[in-house]
T-cell receptor
Framework: DGGITQSPKYLFRKEGQNVTLSCEQN?????MYWYRQDPGQGLRLIYY???????QKGDIAEGYSVSREKKESFPLTVTSAQKNPTAFYLC????????????FGPGTRLTVT | AQKITQTQPGMFVQEKEAVTLDCTYD???????LFWYKQPSSGEMIFLIY????DEQNATEGRYSLNFQKARKSANLVISASQLGDSAMYFC??????????????WGAGTKLIIKP
C-alpha cells in the first residue's frame, strides 16, 4: 500500500536532548513537508523540500533541522535549541505543483520534559 | 499577507442533517487553490476536497461540496446527510500561486464538528 509512515507514534525525551522524527513515503512524490500542530490550532510549516538535496525553511524553522538525501525520506531533528518542542508533528508529501493535495502521515506526538 | 479564517470554533449537528463549515480567505494572488481536510481524533489529516480559483464549477466529492464564492472570498464546506463518523476537526487551507507562496499551505485554526445521534 502506498502512503506515508512516521515513527514512532509517541516519543518522550528529556529537555536538552536532540531527537529525530522519521518520515518515509512510497508515493513517488517530489515534495515533502513538516508541520507542527499545537492543541486547538492549525498547522504551521517547519520545513519543506521540493527535490532531493534541497529544502527551504517554513514559518517556524528555528530550533529544527532536516535533510533530504533520498526522495523517499525527510527526517526532522528537533534540537535542544527549540524552546517549546512538545507538540504533534505531521509529515506530508505531494506531487510538485500548486494544484495537488498533500498526503499526510499519522503524526508523531513528541513530549519533552 | 495571506490568511485563512474559520470563525466557528465548534459546531453541534444532528445526525443526517446537512452542515456548513465556514472559511474565508485573503490573498492578492490571482491563482490559488483551496483545500479542506478532516482530522479525526487519531490525528491524521485526510484530504476531502479541492477548489481552484479559476474553476467555474463548485467542487464536489461524494457527500462533500465546496460553496466557492470568489467575490466574497469564501470557500465553505458543505457536508450533506451528516454521519456520526463525520465528528472531527475540519481545516480549511489555501495555497497561493506566486513564487513566494508556492508549495506552502496556509491553514485556518479549524472547526470542531460533533455529530449528535
Amino acid at each position: 500500500d502506498g502512503g506515508i509512515t512516521q515513527s514512532p507514534k509517541y516519543l518522550f525525551r528529556k529537555e536538552g536532548q536532540n531527537v529525530t522524527l522519521s518520515c518515509e513515503q512510497n508515493l513517488n512524490h517530489d515534495a515533502m513537508y513538516w508541520y507542527r500542530q499545537d492543541p486547538g490550532q492549525g498547522l504551521r510549516l517547519i520545513y519543506y523540500s521540493q527535490i532531493v538535496n534541497d529544502f527551504q525553511k517554513g514559518d517556524i524553522a528555528e530550533g529544527y533541522s532536516v535533510s533530504r538525501e533520498k526522495k523517499e525520506s525527510f527526517p526532522l531533528t528537533v534540537t535542544s535549541a527549540q524552546k517549546n518542542p512538545t507538540a504533534f508533528y505531521l509529515c506530508a508529501s505531494s506531487t510538485a505543483g500548486t494544484n495537488y493535495e498533500q498526503y499526510f502521515g499519522p503524526g508523531t506526538r513528541l513530549t519533552v520534559t | 499577507a495571506q490568511k485563512i479564517t474559520q470563525t466557528q470554533p465548534g459546531m453541534f449537528v444532528q445526525e443526517k442533517e446537512a452542515v456548513t463549515l465556514d472559511c474565508t480567505y485573503d490573498t492578492s494572488d490571482q491563482s490559488y487553490g483551496l483545500f479542506w481536510y478532516k482530522q479525526p481524533s487519531s490525528g491524521e489529516m485526510i484530504f476531502l476536497i479541492y477548489q481552484g480559483s479559476y474553476d467555474e464549477q463548485n467542487a464536489t466529492e461524494g457527500r462533500y461540496s465546496l460553496n466557492f464564492q470568489k467575490a466574497r472570498k469564501s470557500a465553505n464546506l458543505v457536508i450533506s446527510a451528516s454521519q456520526l463518523g463525520d465528528s472531527a476537526m475540519y481545516f480549511c487551507a489555501m495555497r497561493g500561486g506566486s513564487m513566494d507562496s508556492n508549495y506552502q499551505l496556509i491553514w485556518g485554526a479549524g472547526t470542531k464538528l460533533i455529530i449528535k445521534p
